[in-house]
């Protein structure tokens, strides 16, 4: 679709050029509300598609957009995700942004552990977290490793050990920052 919609719209191939007018017509009338879950993780690419796709020639929205997604929870760069992307959307198109503050996953402890490391992540929106549910626990187990695959496996190792205990599934939660990868 990129070499579609956005490389082909300024060819000197008149070909090209009408088939990404035919592209670019076609998804243009097949939706007017455009819903972008997990925001964080759009890539550069993908956002030149979706600008041709809901923007007029002159950059102006001219469809339905809601960005839904969490800067803080980019993680898929090493695919070329690019979190700046749902940061600057609002002022981009000129929409509104809305927080959702309160965690309904996690409970308080958790979150409020997160948090401590999740305010030195580089360009992010500064906004507060509160919690549905108060309580929670949080265990450190550091390690030596520093390769996701042994961290992975000593996280499985642990997770184990916890349910062959006794602790419910549900009640567990691996939390780990790692930017080797």
Request: charged share 25%.
């Amino acid at each position: 679709l990129y070499l579609w919609m956005a490389k082909w719209k300024d060819s000197e191939n008149q070909q090209q050029r009408d088939m990404s007018i035919q592209v670019t017509n076609y998804c243009k009338s097949v939706f007017e509300d455009f819903y972008i879950d997990e925001a964080q993780d759009v890539s550069k690419i993908q956002f030149e598609i979706l600008k041709v796709i809901l923007c007029d020639s002159n950059g102006k929205l001219e469809k339905g957009l809601t960005f839904i997604g969490d800067n803080d929870q980019a993680i898929y760069s090493w695919r070329g995700s690019d979190p700046t992307i749902i940061m600057s959307a609002g002022t981009m198109f000129d929409i509104s942004t809305l927080f959702l503050s309160t965690n309904y996953r996690c409970k308080s402890e958790i979150v409020n552990y997160a948090s401590k490391g999740i305010v030195h992540n580089a360009n992010r929106i500064d906004k507060s977290m509160v919690t549905f549910e108060a309580g929670g626990n949080v265990s450190i187990y550091p390690s030596e490793k520093t390769d996701l695959c042994s961290l992975s496996r000593i996280a499985a190792r642990q997770v184990e050990d916890w349910i062959n205990k006794g602790d419910r599934p549900n009640s567990i939660a691996v939390l780990s920052r790692n930017n080797f990868h």
